[in-house]
C-alpha cells in the first residue's frame, strides 16, 4: 500500500445514509504551518492561506535567468502531487503583471513591500526566500506573493543545480500555504532542508491545510 492510501480513522468519514460520500482524507502525520504574528491591540493571530478553487490554477510568473524556467514546473508538479482531489494547481504564465507568484533570481531586496519574509538559510550554493504581503488586520493576503532564488556562489560550484532546484520547490511549498518551517531535517519545508523534494510530512501537512479553513484570502492583481 502505497503512502498516499495510507489514511487514519479520521481520513474516511462515511456521511450517515450516504455512503458514496467519503470525505476528503485527513491525515496526522503533519506539522504546524501556520504563521503566528502579533495581533492588533494585543495577543497574537494564527495565519492560515491556502488558495480557494475559484483562485485555480494559480498564475506564476518566472524570470528567465538560471534555472528558474526549468525548476518552477517541477516545484509545481511536486506539490501538486500531494492532492487527491486537485485543491491546488498552478501554471507559469508570460504576463507579470497578471501574476498570483512571481519568481526572479538573485537576493531578496529589502522589505519595504512585504511584511512577512520567509527565508531559507539553505545549502552554501544558493538560498531562497518568499515574501508574503498580509493586511494589518492579518484578513487579506495582497498578491503578487514574490519568491526570490539566488544562485550566489560559483556557476560551476558542485551541486548548485541541486540546490537550486530543492530551493525552489521549497519556496513554492511557502507561496501555496506552508508558512511556517517544519522543526524535521528530514522534511524539504525544514529551514535549511537536504532533501531534493517534498517528504510524506510534507506533502500531509499540505493536503491539511488545504482541508482546513483559512483565515486569510488573496486578493488582487
Known amino acids: 500500500m502505497s503512502s498516499r492510501t495510507r489514511w487514519t480513522a479520521l481520513g474516511l468519514v462515511v456521511a450517515a445514509g450516504a455512503c458514496n460520500d467519503i470525505a476528503p482524507p485527513i491525515r496526522s502525520d503533519f506539522y504546524e504551518w501556520r504563521r503566528v504574528e502579533p495581533a492588533q491591540g494585543g495577543g497574537e493571530d494564527s495565519l492560515s492561506f491556502h488558495w480557494p478553487a475559484n483562485r485555480l490554477p494559480v498564475r506564476v510568473w518566472v524570470e528567465d535567468d538560471a534555472s528558474l524556467p526549468e525548476n518552477v514546473p517541477q516545484a509545481i508538479a511536486a506539490w501538486r502531487a500531494a492532492f487527491l482531489y486537485g485543491e491546488f494547481d498552478a501554471r507559469v504564465v508570460s504576463d507579470s503583471s497578471a501574476a498570483d507568484v512571481i519568481v526572479r533570481a538573485g537576493p ?5 513591500f512585504s511584511r512577512v519574509r520567509l527565508p531559507s538559510a539553505l545549502a552554501p550554493q544558493c538560498t531562497g526566500a518568499t515574501d508574503i504581503n498580509v ?3 492579518h484578513t487579506r493576503l495582497l498578491l503578487p506573493i514574490r519568491i526570490y532564488v539566488d544562485p550566489h556562489s560559483d556557476p ?5 543545480a541541486e540546490c537550486l532546484a530543492l530551493t525552489t520547490t521549497h519556496e513554492m511549498g511557502h507561496a501555496l500555504g506552508i508558512w511556517r518551517h517544519s522543526d524535521d531535517p528530514a522534511d524539504l519545508m525544514f529551514m535549511d532542508p537536504q532533501v531534493p523534494g517534498p517528504d510524506e510530512r510534507d506533502l500531509a501537512t499540505a493536503e491539511v491545510l488545504y482541508h482546513l479553513p483559512a483565515n486569510v484570502q488573496p486578493v488582487g492583481p
Open 156 to 160: 560551476n560550484a558542485p551541486n548548485l
Open 108 to 112: 531578496a531586496p529589502a522589505t519595504e
Open 135 to 137: 493586511t494589518d488586520d
